[in-house]
């Protein structure tokens, strides 16, 4: 049985409108903004005009149909060979790493992530506040992963397994690459601005960290999370707490609510992104390239009584729609079975190119001993062994 969801800080996160600095880049303010809500929460929303929720809407639609085929047919996407790095990741396979150093961080057991037992089959859930929380069990979630921007050719990179070819699933064909390629292209424009005006924020050059960013394993990387299955069970662990192992995370904003972070002081907070708005969070290159300044931000998907309201009302929708055109005379779907109901991210992996070194910029930081030089591509390797996705 799924224990009660503990208590999730109401609190809204900064809000930086990021225009005028794509068009001029200059605006010191907004900079420093970005650089101070990530140095506290790990994490900032942010409103770019160039991305679009016509886009958005076309992809989760096309998503939302893609998680619903039958199993079989999305295994037929899946690369293991290539550390699930393009394609489909399948549900019961992505482990989260330990919690127990995290939750041993938090004074506040009322803050504690859900956890799913290590026993179950990944789709139990587990309250906070146990003193010694279970290891995590396999997230229930699927995944896709899709390239986005250039890439190096295999002979220029010591990573060819992190910059593979995409997957087109066989019943997209005919739109997938153009779906995927225009949204995702959105949120790296936008995601490369927040980089820019992070690296002014910390008083580093505007191109301090873009540079690193050309020609990276950049991922639009949507998960989809059955809900006809787990949509009722409040307290149902989606995925569990981890931290993002690339440099910026962009997110546009979900159907369906059950997001949820922690900031530095440890508290957590349930994210709602405003409609026209995005949320970029902190991955563990960025906390390596800022010293520890700005960390990675560790957070967690959960079923809480919000979503399955919003599941309830997208079912209600759905059959109002079929009832709607019954009665207009549109009478195919008559009988038929209501839509397959899947809370999707609508998420982008920003990434420092696999063969560059991260390492603290500038005089961001004193004591780079805690972060010591590492290729991008060996510390993404190192946490794909950790977390199941790639063999040790």
Partial sequence: MAAAVPTSTDEALPLVDIGLFAATGDD??????VAAALARYSAVIIRDARVTPASSATF??????????????????????LAYQVGV????????????????SLADASQHPAVAAVDGDGDGGGGGGCEKPPRPAADPKWRFLFRIGERP??????FPELNAPPVTPAAFADRWDAVMTQWGTQLLAAVTTVAAMLSVGLGQPADAIPVLMADAPHLLGPT???????????????????????????????????????????RRLAVRVPPGCLLVQAGRQ???LTGGRVRRGM??????????????????????????????GDRKGQGASPPPVWRVSSTLFAHVASDAVVAPLGDVVEGEAAYPPMRAGDMVAEELRAINLAAS
Wanted: aromatic share 4%; proline share 6%.
């Fill in 89 to 104: 990741t399948p549900n019961g396979i992505e482990v989260p790493r330990d919690v127990a150093p995290f939750v041993a």
């Fill in 153 to 158: 050719p295999a002979s220029a990179t010591a």
């Fill in 286 to 288: 960025v906390e390596h």
């Fill in 299 to 328: 957070h967690e998907v959960v079923v809480t009584p919000a979503t399955v309201a919003a599941v309830r009302a997208k079912r209600a929708a759905a059959a109002a729609a079929a009832d709607g055109a019954t009665a207009d």
């Fill in 28 to 33: 010191a303010a907004a900079c420093a903004a």
């Fill in 60 to 81: 989760l639609d096309m998503m939302e149909a893609y998680f619903g085929q039958p199993r079989a047919v999305k295994m037929a996407d899946a690369r293991p060979d």
């Fill in 224 to 266: 989809g999370a059955d809900m006809d299955l787990h949509g009722e069970a409040v307290g149902r662990v989606l995925a569990g707490a981890h931290y993002d192992l690339n440099l910026l995370t962009i997110h546009g904003g979900a159907r369906l609510p059950g997001l949820r972070i922690w900031d530095r002081d440890g």
